[in-house]
């Protein structure tokens, strides 16, 4: 029986889970208006000190005010595919003038509202 290996029972087997789990985890928390709106403000904010810092920003601050609203983005309305371009394209030096964090956290918002309304293909 060493070399033998156990089929499991397909009756037993629960199904494969679904791509996304459709609310309350930590890859997707419930979009409330709450964590919606501080998503937005903490993207907001990100995007208008990057503005403001301008080329001075180069040194260290804006790669700090990067890693800290993509944490908190991430935790506010969960990750998505979109996060991670918004954040390398935040280390380009002049393409951190334009609002990519504002523009990313309203895409992510609305392909998540939009997936939420399409109907569970079971």
């Given at each position: 029986m060493s070399g033998d290996l156990a089929v499991?029972?397909?009756?037993?087997?629960?199904?494969?889970?679904?791509?996304?789990?459709?609310?309350?985890?930590?890859?997707?928390?419930?979009?409330?208006?709450?964590?919606?709106?501080?998503?937005?403000?903490?993207?907001?904010?990100a995007d208008a000190l990057q503005i403001v810092l301008g080329p001075i920003g180069w040194v260290l601050s804006d790669e700090v005010i990067d890693v800290v609203t993509m944490v908190v983005t991430t935790w506010l309305i969960g990750f998505h595919v979109l996060l991670l371009p918004t954040f390398i394209v935040e280390s380009l030096p002049i393409v951190d003038m334009l609002p990519t964090w504002t523009g990313c956290v309203i895409a992510v918002v609305a392909l998540r509202r939009r997936q939420s309304r399409r109907p569970s293909q079971s």
């Open positions: 499991p029972d397909p009756e037993v087997q629960t199904p494969a889970p679904a791509t996304w789990v459709s609310e309350g985890t930590w890859l997707r928390p419930a979009l409330t208006r709450w964590r919606v709106a501080l998503a937005l403000v903490v993207a907001v904010t």
